[in-house]
């Protein structure tokens, strides 16, 4: 089992900025792919960015590259994702998942989620 908690959502501005927090508990840490989701209201979950296996290798959605960056701390089990420039699209429940190989809407482990808020 893993389990992971989200925080550092919140209500920003347009062209603000946020870090989330993934902290991950349970099996090894490093084992696992890692990534971020987001669901907006009305909407399906939707891939935001990741990492390939448990590598250091990243990709992202094309609406946000550029503008977030996912890190990850495997000293202290936390993943990270650091949103700029953010606008109104970007407001949406965001979710940590953890998966073997690769993260996708069907992963095995999931946060309970942290709202994102970007107001005009």
């Known amino acids: 089992q893993v389990q992971l908690v989200e925080s550092g959502g919140g209500l920003v501005q347009t062209g603000g900025s946020l870090r989330l927090s993934c902290a991950a508990s349970g099996r090894t840490f490093s084992n696992y792919a890692m990534g971020w989701f987001r669901q907006a209201p009305g909407k399906e979950r939707a891939f935001v960015a990741g990492f390939l296996g448990s590598s250091g290798s990243t990709y992202y959605a094309d609406s946000v590259k550029g503008r977030f960056t996912i890190s990850r701390d495997n000293a202290k089990n936390t993943v990270y994702l650091q949103m700029n420039s953010l606008n109104i699209e970007d407001t949406a429940v965001y979710y940590c998942?953890?998966?073997?190989?690769?993260?996708?809407?069907?992963?095995?482990?999931w946060g309970q989620g942290t709202q994102v808020t970007v107001s005009s």
């Open positions: 998942a953890a998966n073997p190989g690769l993260v996708t809407t069907t992963s095995r482990y």
